[in-house]
């Protein structure tokens, strides 16, 4: 396992696959965008709708803080995606203060093809590599995954 005193020698690579990561963030957003534009939804908005379909239902707060956006602006992502029908609030049973979002039949319909155009995306790329570094780039990418999860 490289340590920090390895940094010097491991800087050139570290350099060139922080090029190499903007250029794909770059390629795939471009290539998921054309697809999420004939549902006129954002990228944020995807991710939004990607959060819903997992959590069910979520309040204005926790989509901001999750977001990692402000509340208003948050506001702004939820009102797009209404007016769409992909999402709809209703008010807590507990508390008619607190706001809840949760997906419609229509986002999850969005959702589903969105990602199976990211599958297909990502099977082209696959046909590009042989059997070993497939399964290498599966090993690698849930080493990534597991680091950028919230600790």
């Known amino acids: 396992m490289p ?3 390895d940094e010097p020698k491991l800087r050139p690579s570290a350099e060139r696959l922080a090029e190499i990561i903007t250029s794909l963030q770059r390629c795939l957003i471009l290539k998921l965008s054309k697809e999420l534009s004939r549902g006129n939804v954002s990228f944020p ?3 939004l709708l990607g959060m819903l379909r997992e959590e069910k239902q979520l309040t204005m707060s926790e ?3 999750r977001m990692g956006h402000s509340t208003a602006a948050a ?8 007016n769409l029908g992909h999402v709809r609030r209703t ?3 507990d508390d008619r203060r607190k706001v809840l979002v949760q997906i419609t039949a229509s986002g999850l ?3 589903a093809e969105v990602r199976d155009d990211m599958v297909s995306n990502v099977l082209k790329i696959m046909t590009l590599l042989d059997t070993h570094e497939q399964k290498t780039w599966l090993q690698i990418y849930e080493k990534i995954f597991s680091y950028c999860q919230p600790q």
Do not use: F, N, P, S
């Open 3 to 5: 340590t920090l005193c």
């Open 45 to 47: 908005q995807y991710c």
């Open 63 to 65: 989509i901001a803080q």
């Open 75 to 82: 506001t702004g992502l939820i009102d797009r995606l209404e």
């Open 91 to 93: 008010h807590a049973k």
């Open 109 to 111: 319909a969005l959702v």
